[in-house]
């Protein structure tokens, strides 16, 4: 089954720090962008930031830029997400999602469509 | 920055109705144009992508049209099961520009 299981949120002070993980199964992890989408309570979807399948193309939401790290292991089959000098807006529930599309070494697909989806972990940030 | 709107931003069908949502881009996108149901308390899913595609296991019953800058998602038949958010998402193929519209929330009467 092809799966994603998102861990690591919590609740946090303003300008503190939380690190996501991803665990992925069921398909060729190392063949696809990974991504983090959030979504604030009530609200609607905001992409954070995706990474290619060999770490070179890393684009992060101008929101999050210097502050938000994305990495990867093919091996372990995870991607992370490193949260620092977090706000209160940043309070959301993160999702990780696959991209749809297969990529490879130095191609990263240019097409955004999110075909697996986690089921989100919740990070509060609050004082 | 591409803005997207999508109307309306609620709807109340009955079962077996057809209902319509479109999403309007504030610039041509070219059919890059995905949408998305989400079950309260769940994961977003992808039921079309680029504009038409259907997605792999989603009920024939939904359909994507649309180009230009207007988008629309038709549900042909609605089913109980089908009550949630869709969410339309655009992107450009140049990294990072990928927005989602505000949604719209699907009751059945």
């Known amino acids: 089954e092809v799966q994603l299981v998102e861990s690591g949120g919590g609740p946090v002070n303003p300008g503190g720090s939380l690190r996501l993980s991803c665990a992925a199964s069921?398909?060729?992890?190392?063949?696809?962008?990974m991504n983090w989408v959030r979504q604030a309570p009530g609200k609607g979807l905001e992409w954070v930031s995706s990474?290619?399948?060999?770490?070179?193309?890393?684009h992060y939401a101008e929101s999050v830029k210097g502050r938000f790290t994305i990495s990867r292991d093919n091996a372990k089959e995870s991607v992370w997400l490193q949260l620092n000098n977090l706000r209160v807006e940043d309070t959301a529930i993160y999702y990780c999602?696959?991209?749809?599309?297969?990529?490879?070494?130095?191609?990263?697909?240019?097409?955004?469509?999110?075909?697996?989806w986690g089921r989100g972990t919740l990070v509060t940030v609050s004082s | 920055d591409i803005q997207m709107t999508q109307s309306p931003s609620s709807l109340s069908a009955s079962v077996g109705d057809s209902v319509t949502i479109t999403c309007q881009a504030s610039?041509?996108?070219?059919?890059?144009l995905n949408w998305y149901q989400q079950i309260p308390g769940k994961a977003p899913k992808l039921l079309i992508y680029?504009?038409?595609n259907l997605e792999a296991g989603v009920p024939s019953r939904f359909s994507g049209d649309g180009y230009g800058a207007e988008y629309s998602l038709t549900i042909s038949s609605l089913q109980p099961e089908d009550a949630g958010t869709y969410y339309c998402?655009?992107?450009?193929?140049?990294?990072?520009?990928?927005?989602f519209g505000p949604g719209t929330k699907v009751e059945i009467k």
């Open positions: 999602a696959k991209k749809r599309r297969l990529g490879y070494s130095g191609y990263d697909p240019p097409d955004w469509n999110f075909d697996v």
């Open positions: 069921g398909f060729s992890f190392d063949y696809y962008t």
């Open positions: 990474i290619s399948v060999d770490s070179y193309y890393i």
């Open positions: 610039q041509d996108i070219t059919n890059y």
């Open positions: 680029d504009a038409s």
């Open positions: 998402q655009q992107y450009d193929t140049v990294p990072g520009i990928i927005t």
